[in-house]
DNA sequence: ATAGCCTTGAGA
DNA sequence: TCTCAAGGCTAT
């Protein structure tokens, strides 16, 4: 925590205990008047939602389910501002059955950590602005015409932060209430399309009353989401996902991946992968890995996890299984199964976090000095920690980024070893059913690294191994896209246009994805990086990020909240110094129309790197939908048993 | 049906 | 006692 950033007096600069009420409601762009049936909406919204909750409307829309809600036209549509309500993540259980008045209800924590947490970013945001302000004005006189500090931000004042016609925020992430404070512009990529706070809110308490209601609306946003020609609306990949687009000929197509530079793999091996399938798509025993040892050369346990990949008789799970045989076959994986018998016997992710640590001798391919240009290390860390990041150059970083920064160092020499699986791993998106098998494979392997990740993580290590399970399987999916927007980041721009970096290296040209709604999520994912590109965002950021995704007190059924609010705390205090104290945004004015949230001077990063969380999770949740549309497909088998398929029915098995 | 204002009452 | 997020009332 940054010394002295809670001392800034509050009267001052209207932080007091109204703070958030200059706010606009996230669902029309209205005042907000208080805290509503879970964040703050203005009054109308208010009564809207719970009329519609209390008396379980139906409501139709006329046109194409996409209107536009805002101040003057909320009216217009009561379907789709209900479902805009719901997308911002007002809560159906807030209302009450039984219409008692008066009281508080469960919530009242929810709303009390929303608003300390909103003040502390608002005084973070002042000190950043107090700061900027005595830099160009050393007399610290820069308030002429009334204006205050914070009006260059519009955190408080209401006149300034503008909503523009399309105030789309959806309501995805335990930030929320602090994007509608820090929101200047709309995150409108793509329009969310999800209920989103379900994700949140899995085990929905809500009474039969509201079953009922909820079920309804939850049709709606059902039907919505399979409308297939809404473009902007939801990811519709199903059912025609594995159907190959007539408009493309095999004679057309591009060739399948280029070369990455900073694959080590692709560097060493001349050009033997070319078209052929990977040799992932041999039975798993059949070649392994450098590196990576069979599970017979293990040293002794017989009886992995049952459940674990290793187990699987899943494609994936199959695919995936020389990674994790390799991990979880370790003497000591009799794990600690008591800390949580319902899962204990299925949980794939309970076997990754209690697997013993492995060991590092000193001829692992992880040795650091040797940095030549051709060890796995170099590269992967040159590919990881940017090329302009000194990893000794600690001046100026808050501690506990530092610490973080030192946690994380640690791991990427254990994880090292792990690359070279992943790096062999070729998808060819030209194949008709877009190398689906592969590329889950891909995605299992790295559900693993970052679970793996995140139980040798500073502070995530000292939380039960219940909670971890429950944070890790309500963050994954953001924590992986987080990385892979980091890896893609530090490749030049210029390498990769129009190309997504796969985590196995690959280049892989989203031209030549034929299904449009999966080329729409890639797009989508494009844009992510630009933004982030934009924010030049740094290492100790990015994990900074990282871990505020992963620790939300918020999950649901979560037992430690105020260890995980304390650590989100620090997280957003250090984050809030740093970017306050490295002068390293780009001064260069956003020319491009579909840029948003573009810091124009450093003192708007810290908001920035904030705001594009909700188009994370966008992305994040549309890619958890696709997968899940696919696994449906293959009547849930494809995913069987392996992690990646019980991160995505987390819902189910948290229980 | 909407939305601004009023009343209520558990919890801080 | 005060706060504030519920539900209620009612003019529009």
């Known amino acids: 925590m940054g010394p002295g950033v809670l001392d800034v007096p509050s009267p001052d600069v209207g932080l007091d205990v109204k703070f958030g009420f200059n706010d606009l409601c996230p669902v029309c762009g209205d005042k907000v008047s208080g805290f509503h049936y879970g964040l703050l909406t203005c009054e109308s919204c208010k009564g809207f939602f719970k009329r519609t909750v209390q008396n379980k409307k139906n409501y139709q829309c006329i046109d194409k389910q996409q209107c536009q809600i805002d101040k003057t036209q909320r009216k217009r549509c009561a379907f789709c501002r209900f479902k805009k309500c719901l997308q911002v993540g007002m809560k159906l259980e807030a209302v009450r059955e039984n219409r008692v008045r008066g009281g508080r209800n469960k919530f009242g924590p929810l709303y009390r950590r929303s608003r300390a947490l909103r003040q502390q970013i608002m005084r973070q945001h002042f000190v950043s602005m107090v700061k900027a302000q005595q830099n160009i004005m050393p007399n610290g006189n820069g308030m002429d015409n009334g204006q205050s500090p914070i009006d260059i931000t519009g955190v408080t004042n209401g006149n300034v932060m503008q909503v523009k016609s399309e105030p789309e925020q959806p309501n995805l992430h335990p930030f929320q209430h602090i994007y509608s404070s820090l929101q200047q512009t709309p995150t409108n990529v793509g329009h969310p399309s999800h209920v989103h706070h379900q994700n949140h809110h899995p085990h929905h308490p809500s009474s039969t009353h509201h079953q009922h209601h909820y079920q309804s609306s939850h049709q709606q946003q059902k039907s919505l989401s399979t409308t297939a020609s809404s473009p902007s609306s939801s990811f519709n990949v199903y059912p025609d996902f594995f159907n190959t687009n007539p408009n493309v000929t095999n004679n057309t197509r591009m060739p399948s991946f280029q070369l990455n530079p900073f694959n080590p793999y692709y560097k060493n091996s001349s050009t033997t992968y070319g ?8 039975p798993p025993t059949s070649s392994l890995p450098t590196g990576v040892s069979s599970t017979n050369t293990s040293t002794s346990n017989s009886n992995p996890p049952s459940g674990s990949s290793n187990s699987s008789s899943s494609p994936v799970g199959q695919l995936s299984s020389k990674l994790l045989d390799y991990q979880i076959s370790s003497p000591t994986t009799t794990v600690t199964n008591t800390n949580n018998n319902s899962t204990s016997n299925t949980s794939s992710i309970l076997s990754t976090l209690t697997m013993q640590q492995q060991s590092i001798t000193s001829n692992d391919s992880m040795n650091t000095d040797n940095h030549n240009g051709t060890s796995s290390v170099y590269f992967y860390n040159h590919q990881y920690l940017g090329q302009n990041y000194e990893m000794n150059d600690t001046n100026g970083i808050p501690e506990i980024l530092t610490k973080l920064i030192e946690s994380d160092q640690a791991y990427r020499c254990t994880e090292v070893r792990y690359i070279e699986d992943i790096q062999q791993i070729h998808i060819d998106l030209t194949r008709e059913d877009g190398d689906i098998l592969v590329v889950c494979s891909l995605l299992d392997k790295l559900c693993f690294l ?19 399970i429950k944070l890790l399987k309500a963050a994954w ?17 210029e390498t990769c246009v129009n190309c997504i970096v796969s985590a196995n290296g690959q280049l892989l040209n989203i031209n030549l994805i034929q299904n449009p709604a999966v080329k729409k999520l890639a797009e989508r994912y494009l844009q992510c990086v630009n933004d982030f590109r934009q924010l030049q965002w740094q290492y100790p950021e990015y994990l900074a990020l990282k871990y505020l995704v992963l620790f939300d007190p918020d999950v649901q059924g979560v037992t430690e909240s105020s260890l995980i609010e304390e650590v989100q705390e620090k997280i957003t205090n250090a984050l809030g110094e740093y970017t306050t104290d490295h002068n390293n945004t780009s001064s260069t004015s956003n020319t491009s129309s579909t840029q948003q949230q573009v810091p124009t001077n450093e003192q708007e990063k810290f908001a920035c790197i904030l705001l594009k969380l909700p188009d994370v999770r966008l992305v994040g949740n549309d890619l958890k939908k696709l997968l899940q549309l696919i696994d449906r497909k293959h009547d849930g088998k494809l995913l069987d048993g392996c992690l990646l398929g019980e991160m995505l029915n987390g819902l189910q098995s948290n229980n």
Do not use: T
């Open 477 to 493: 999916i953001e924590i992986l896209i987080i990385d892979l927007i980091w890896k893609q980041c530090q490749q030049p721009k």
């Open 450 to 468: 970052m679970v793996d990740w995140a139980r040798q993580s500073l502070y995530f290590k000292d939380i039960q191994i219940d909670n971890q």
């Open 275 to 282: 078209h052929s399938p990977p040799s992932l798509l041999l």
